[in-house]
Nanobody, 115 residues
Framework: QVQLEESGGGLVQPGGTLRLSCAASDSDVSFTNMGWYRQFPGKERQWVATILSGGDSSYASAVKGRFTVSTNNAKNAVYLEMNSLKPEDTAVYYC?????????WGQGTQVTVSS
């Protein structure tokens, strides 16, 4: 069973930057569709960004222009560069990727934006 392993969360001040990473536990797999979601306390998980294997990307309006989703050449890792962070970006962030016809989720990483 392939797992997605996330890293990069933490505490950052407003206006700061964080980079989240998500990699497949099996380096031989490749993603066809990958992205990020986030979950606020007491709320449902919501979509943040998606990148397709061909490179096309899309973003939720709340993060467009501040966040950048990317992948590596092997298409077995996905990243989220978060700039100009705001307190309202505080959430647990989850990566999500399709391998073959199966969707996989990362374990989640906490991002806290606070002074």
């Amino acid at each position: 069973q392939v797992q997605l392993e996330e890293s990069g969360g933490g505490l950052v001040q407003p206006g700061g930057t964080l980079r989240l990473s998500c990699a497949a536990s099996d380096s031989d797999v490749s993603f066809t569709n990958m992205g990020w979601y986030r979950q606020f306390p007491g709320k449902e998980r919501q979509w943040v960004a998606t990148i397709l294997s061909g490179g096309d990307s899309s973003y939720a309006s709340a993060v467009k222009g501040r966040f950048t989703v990317s992948t590596n050449n092997a298409k077995n890792a996905v990243y989220l560069e978060m700039n100009s962070l705001k307190p309202e970006d505080t959430a647990v962030y989850y990566c999500n990727a399709c391998i073959g016809t199966t969707w996989h989720w990362g374990q989640g990483t906490q991002v806290t934006v606070s002074s």
